[in-house]
């Protein structure tokens, strides 16, 4: 009988870089790589629940994780990922 997977909140609807979550013992190298996960980008993830293909805001989300410092998202794509991080709790 399999355990269900342990879904922390700070990572249950938006993307996240996998490093970090495994880093700060969250999640581990084999859970990233379980049916509850899913890879946008190399070290970006969502909760299978969060993903969808057309969901803009969350590639706009995945993409802003992977820019190099100083690099920005312009126009529509950086509103998205601000008013969303906003609504951050």
């Given amino acids: 009988m399999s355990v ?3 879904i922390p909140r700070c990572l249950a ?3 996240f870089r996998g490093s970090r979550a495994v880093s700060e013992g969250l999640l581990t190298w084999t ?3 379980g049916p509850t996960w899913v890879r946008l980008l190399p070290d970006v993830y969502v909760h ?3 993903y969808r293909v057309d969901d803009h805001r969350m590639w ?3 993409v802003a994780l992977r820019l190099p410092p ?3 998202l312009a126009g529509r794509e950086r509103r998205l990922v601000v ?3 906003a609504a951050q709790p």
């Fill in 4 to 6: 269900p997977a342990r």
């Fill in 13 to 15: 609807r938006l993307p």
């Fill in 31 to 33: 859970m990233l790589r």
């Fill in 48 to 50: 299978r629940h969060g």
């Fill in 60 to 62: 706009c989300e995945a």
């Fill in 70 to 72: 100083g690099a920005v």
């Fill in 83 to 85: 008013r969303c991080r």
